[in-house]
């Protein structure tokens, strides 16, 4: 696994470990991943949705969970406001990709899952959440860094990359 990669799934499971009182069963939104792998090690119980959920938002009440845990996934619906409106959780464990000055949101030309529709800045996820019917608890950024030579590379070591939010239903 790439030093990136590993950096960012070390700073997602320690902002999970701070959540009090810990969730033990989750709904991990998206297909089966190397993260929800790591989450079921430490002991909780996963479950991944199936299927477009821009076309089926509905799919994440059929669970009864503790919380939900979205990680780089909301970035890529063309609407998440239809998914975070429909949970039915109490609680929700999120991470997005910020909006970098410097570098484009990401597109992959050959892979039409993988790519961003959104990438955000923290005041609109923030809104986005408290539009959808949650109450952050709180946040957390981190910055994402490789071993490139370069301008980009320099700068992701200073600017924040990921936000973490961890919020609870207020609906």
């Known amino acids: 696994m790439n030093k990136t990669l590993e950096r960012r799934f070390l700073h997602t499971l320690a902002f999970m470990d701070k959540a009090q009182?810990?969730?033990?069963?989750?709904?991990?939104?998206?297909?089966?991943?190397?993260?929800?792998?790591?989450?079921q090690a430490k002991g909780y119980a996963?479950?991944?949705?199936a299927g477009d959920l821009d076309e089926h938002p509905a799919v994440v009440q059929e669970y009864d969970v503790d919380a939900v845990t979205a990680f780089e996934i909301l970035e890529h619906l063309v609407a998440p406001f239809n998914v975070l409106r429909a949970i039915d959780a109490p609680r929700l464990f999120a991470t997005v990709p910020l909006r970098l000055w410097f570098a484009s949101a990401y597109c992959n030309?050959?892979?039409s899952w993988d790519r961003h529709f959104h990438e955000f800045e923290d005041?609109?996820?923030d809104w986005l959440l408290e539009r959808a019917g949650w109450h952050i608890v709180r946040t957390e950024k981190w910055v994402s860094y490789g071993s490139l030579l370069g301008v980009r590379p320099l700068l992701r070591r200073f600017?924040?990359?990921?936000?973490?939010?961890?919020a609870?239903?207020?609906?």
């Open 21 to 39: 009182p810990q969730p033990r069963s989750i709904l991990d939104l998206g297909a089966p991943n190397a993260l929800g792998a790591r989450m």
């Open 46 to 49: 996963i479950q991944n949705t």
């Open 109 to 111: 030309p050959v892979d």
């Open 123 to 125: 005041w609109q996820f």
């Open 159 to 166: 600017t924040p990359r990921y936000y973490a939010v961890e």
């Open 168 to 171: 609870v239903r207020t609906l």
